[in-house]
């Protein structure tokens, strides 16, 4: 499995998650991140800032991965990861993007809901710490609109937090 954004916010969880289920994972990262990636359980690391992910990917497995969760590109751009993908194999993405996508690929556009219950076993896995919750920032309530700033404008790893807190 290939993850892209494999250390921001949704990303950390999902390498972590896929590696403890015994799953051969592939990470994008920054070269700064490149050690963090791999704590996370990540069995590879592709540098996202050193060329096409897909063809770096395609250079180590020639015959592509099985699954590819994308959580960076949206819209058209998606096509680019699916390259990686195996014929008959899966993208899933929480962003959109095409249906018709080449080689027998198929596609999984999924939001990002939650409902009640639904976080008990992360929550569980982290107390346990069993799953690493990584932070880089807490904001206070009153720069709120800063943190969302940051958010939409930084690569940020792990998750940022607005304290309500006084």
Do not use: N
């Amino acid at each position: 499995m290939l993850v892209i954004g494999a250390t921001g916010g949704v990303g950390m969880f999902v390498v972590q998650l896929a590696a403890a289920a015994g799953v051969e994972v592939l990470a994008t990262a920054g070269p700064d991140d490149f050690e963090y990636a791999r704590a996370l359980g990540a069995a590879e690391v592709v540098d996202f800032t050193a060329g096409e992910v897909a063809e770096d990917v395609l250079r180590a497995h020639p015959g592509g991965v099985d699954v590819v969760i994308d959580l960076i590109d949206s819209g058209e751009e998606v096509r680019r990861a699916a390259r990686a993908v195996r014929p008959g194999g899966l993208l899933v993405s929480s962003l959109g993007g095409p249906e018709d996508l080449e080689g027998g690929v198929r596609a999984i556009y999924t939001s990002m809901s939650v409902e009640e219950g639904d976080l008990e076993d992360l929550a569980g896995r982290a107390a346990a710490g069993t799953l690493r919750v990584e932070v880089s920032r807490v904001y206070p309530f009153a720069e709120a609109p800063q943190a969302f700033a940051d958010f939409a404008s930084q690569e940020t790893r792990g998750k940022l937090v607005i304290s309500v807190a006084g």
